[in-house]
């Protein structure tokens, strides 16, 4: 069965720190990638989404995420976080023949001012 | 409305009874799924509405649990019987619909009803 991995559940950085949250999937066909993200007391929203060409794709408030078909990795990277970024963010990805989305359990990252 | 909109925020039962959750999508979406969200758990499929296409309720964990859309609008989840097991965030989305390319948009989320089975 297709899944998605989110290796770190809990993240913890100071201000300034640079972010880097993994996830991987399982499944060998074309896919698409999406970072949702849930920030405290609000509704889940899209980060950003990855469906072809440029495998490095840019997102809102300077997250962005690298497809590594090789890999079958998507990361999410930030160069440096801050308080704002406290949230929940999860990986969730849409393999052609399941016709629906599959989500990783979610990363809780904690900003320290 | 501007966004999906849910009811009731928080409901607490008791176990064996009915309940109802409610969703209001944004206007104009044709897609409507529904998601469970427990205690350190990911997204949990559930059940997913396009337009008059017969829903996919390939996510339903028991039979207890049903949905209805009406009016390829507001849907309910309704879960009869309530377990412990049912306590979680329910979780209702829409996007833009399509054919095979509705789960490439954006869904939208609401608020989530918070249920608590004692």
């Known amino acids: 069965a297709q899944s998605v991995s989110q290796h770190n559940h809990h993240v913890i950085l100071s201000e300034a720190a640079s972010l880097e949250l993994g996830c991987n999937y399982s499944y060998g066909g074309t896919v698409n990638l999406f970072w949702y993200v849930q920030y405290p007391g609000q509704h889940l929203q899209l980060l950003l989404k990855y469906f072809s060409g440029d495998p490095l794709v840019k997102g809102i408030k300077g997250f962005e995420a690298e497809f590594i078909k090789s890999k079958f990795s998507f990361n999410l990277r930030k160069p440096s976080v801050q308080w704002s970024d406290t949230a929940e963010y999860f990986c969730a990805v849409y393999a052609g023949n399941n016709r629906k989305l599959i989500w990783g359990l979610g990363t809780s990252l904690a900003v320290n001012p | 409305g501007a966004g999906v909109s849910q009811s009731p925020s928080n409901k607490v039962t008791e176990k064996g009874k009915d309940v109802e959750l409610r969703c209001d999508p944004i206007?104009?979406?044709?897609?409507l799924y529904w998601y469970r969200q427990s205690l350190g758990q990911g997204l949990e499929f559930l059940i997913y509405?396009?337009?008059?296409?017969?829903?996919?309720k390939s996510g339903l964990p028991s039979d207890r649990f049903s949905a209805e859309r009406t009016g390829g609008s507001v849907s309910t989840l309704t879960i009869q019987r309530t377990q412990q097991e049912d306590s979680a965030v329910y979780l209702c989305?829409?996007?833009?619909?399509?054919?095979?390319?509705?789960?490439?948009?954006?869904?939208?989320f609401g608020p989530g009803t918070r249920l608590t089975v004692l």
């Open positions: 509405f396009q337009g008059n296409s017969a829903p996919d």
């Open positions: 989305a829409s996007s833009l619909g399509g054919t095979r390319a509705t789960f490439y948009n954006e869904q939208f």
């Open positions: 206007s104009g979406h044709t897609a």
